[in-house]
């Protein structure tokens, strides 16, 4: 391929692998669960005292039916907003609480020095996107939480029922991902903290990093740009 023929790729980590010479109009394309935001253990407890039926979703974990159904599902559903509403549909009994259920997933914090980097390269004029497993409602949510790193962002791209939810690690997923935002592939710089997505976009001819270390990620991005 023309790409291979281009540039000599280096490793710099089980899952990264970045062109050995800088590319010249770079396009940084980064997940949101685990890259972007973390998990806020408080505001989880937060949500979760807020939701109406707080002791009933408690005594379900003690029902071996509930965990099997909960465990079958969550194995086999990617996107975690999927999961929730299947839940609701399997036991509607919960659907008072699917608002309460959405804020507790999307409890989240922002990752500093990744939201440094982005606002760095924000400022040099870089494109930049989100490529991310998150649902819709899911994504309105941190929408309004966070307007200000959602601003940074040319283009977000997330899982909705209008596809089925089609979320990475499947090839549709990625393509539906380039075909939206008519990006070439070979420009893409991928930050995901999932190998086997970080593996399946390297066959799309992007390069990649794998977000392992949060104070780290900086310093492979600025050997870019």
Not at 67 to 95: C, G, H, K
Not at 107 to 117: C, E, G, N, S, V
Request: proline share 5%; with cysteine.
């Amino acid at each position: 391929m023309l790409f291979k023929n281009l540039f000599v790729r280096k490793n710099t980590g089980s899952s990264t692998c970045l062109p050995a010479q800088k590319l010249d109009d770079p396009v940084f394309v980064f997940d949101l669960h685990g890259v972007l935001f973390k998990l806020d253990k408080r505001q989880v407890i937060k949500e979760f005292l807020k939701a109406p039926a707080k002791k009933n979703i408690f005594l379900l974990c003690f029902n071996p039916y509930f965990l099997y159904t909960a465990a079958r599902l969550w194995l086999s559903t990617p996107v975690l907003e999927q999961f929730i509403l299947n839940m609701m549909d399997r036991f509607p009994f919960l659907n008072h609480n699917r608002q309460a259920a959405l804020q507790v997933a999307n409890a989240l914090q922002p990752i500093k020095p990744t939201i440094d980097l982005i606002q760095q390269l924000h400022k040099q004029g870089h494109k930049l996107y989100i490529f991310s497993n998150i649902g819709k409602s899911s994504l309105n949510i941190i929408h309004t939480k966070f307007p200000e790193v959602l601003s940074l962002f040319k283009g977000v791209l997330g899982s909705t029922p209008d596809d089925n939810y089609m979320a990475k690690p499947e090839y549709k997923a990625f393509e539906k991902f380039i075909n939206t935002f008519d990006l070439k592939q070979e420009h893409i710089i991928f930050i995901d903290d999932k190998p086997t997505n970080l593996s399946i976009a390297r066959t799309f001819q992007m390069h990649t990093v794998h977000f392992s270390n949060e104070n780290s990620i900086a310093k492979q991005i600025n050997q870019q740009i």
